[in-house]
């Protein structure tokens, strides 16, 4: 049995962290957020102490360490622009990292991280869940069976609709969250290079608070994308359904069915790491450096290869 630490219990993502840590048999210790809305941890580990003050909670991990009772993780769910500091925090205790998407913000923080993973003898895991789905998994293995010249045309959308709270909240600050396609796109960015291979070009037709499109090259890819978190955005259908997220993978004009299967994968993931098949920092360098080019591209003109939706986009916010 693992003995684990959470930062950011109060977090939307951190119940998944908390029934991964349950399901695959560990105990969590200790947690912190300085909100405390947590009472969802009655429901997994209602004896774990809790911390709204960061300075109380680090001295209670030095305390455990220093009494031969340490850390094994600390899971990390807290706002994008604190990974960095809470990864440090846990390899600097002698415990080993689990990290949600994104890592980290940029690129350079991870040659940073690699350092310290050297200094310390302790490994940072990334969740990038989307590498377990079994439609994805399935679809990697058909691109590395088929022509190996081959490039693919694909289109990538993603809507999940978010109220008013959304731009109020640290999501909707680009500075700390790196913005929309960084907060919700970097484990689809993911996906991409992790089956099509390296970047050869990154476009961005459009980056705004709620709304991002853009066109990827890829080794073995040519990839039209398009996110957004604005309800108006979502096809008219979906809308009619009363649904609020809309996801959509097309190949060839074929479309990967992956909405299903989401429930049990950071369960998974939390077996990965635990057998030391975790997703490392390597593993996480090229979504962090698609991202970190989108957030600091300068816009391309919608023409060539964008993704429709984009166009509409476009033509809606003029017309506003």
Not at 71 to 99: E, K, Q, T, W
Request: glycine share 8%; hydrophobic share 40%.
């Amino acid at each position: 049995m693992k003995r684990f630490a959470l930062v950011g219990a109060a977090g939307f993502i951190a119940p998944r962290h908390l029934k991964a840590i349950k399901e695959t048999g560990n105990q969590l210790v200790t947690a912190f957020d300085k909100f405390d809305s947590v009472g969802v941890m009655d429901s997994y580990f209602p004896e774990a102490d809790f911390f709204t003050e960061f300075e109380r909670f680090d001295r209670q991990v030095d305390k455990l360490r220093r009494k031969g009772n340490p850390i094994d993780y600390v899971s990390i769910c807290s706002p994008n622009y604190l990974h960095d500091a809470h990864i440090r925090f846990g390899l600097r205790n002698g415990a080993d990292v689990i990290c949600e998407k994104p890592l980290v913000l940029n690129p350079w923080n991870i040659d940073a991280l690699a350092e310290m993973e050297k200094e310390t003898g302790k490994r940072v895991n990334n969740i990038l869940q989307l590498r377990l789905h079994p439609s994805i998994v399935a679809l990697k293995k058909r691109i590395a069976e088929g022509p190996t010249n081959k490039i693919y045309d694909l289109d990538l959308a993603y809507i999940t609709s978010r109220g008013k709270w959304y731009n109020i909240s640290w999501k909707g600050d680009a500075s700390k969250s790196g913005g929309i396609a960084t907060n919700i796109g970097v484990h689809f960015f993911d996906m991409l290079s992790w089956i099509f291979g390296k970047v050869k070009l990154n476009q961005v037709h459009i980056h705004e608070e709620n709304n991002a499109a853009g066109y990827l090259e890829l080794e073995n890819a040519r990839v039209r994308w398009f996110l957004s978190t604005d309800y108006t955005a979502l096809p008219e259908a979906v809308q009619l359904a009363g649904k609020r997220t809309y996801r959509s993978l097309q190949i060839e004009g074929e479309e990967i069915e992956f909405s299903d299967g989401f429930t049990d994968l950071h369960t998974h993931s939390y077996e990965h790491i635990l057998s030391g098949e975790g997703f490392g920092l390597l593993e996480a360098c090229p979504s962090i450096e698609i991202v970190h080019h989108i957030r600091n591209a300068s816009l391309t003109p919608l023409n060539g290869d964008y993704h429709p939706m984009a166009n509409s986009r476009q033509r809606t916010v003029v017309s506003q």
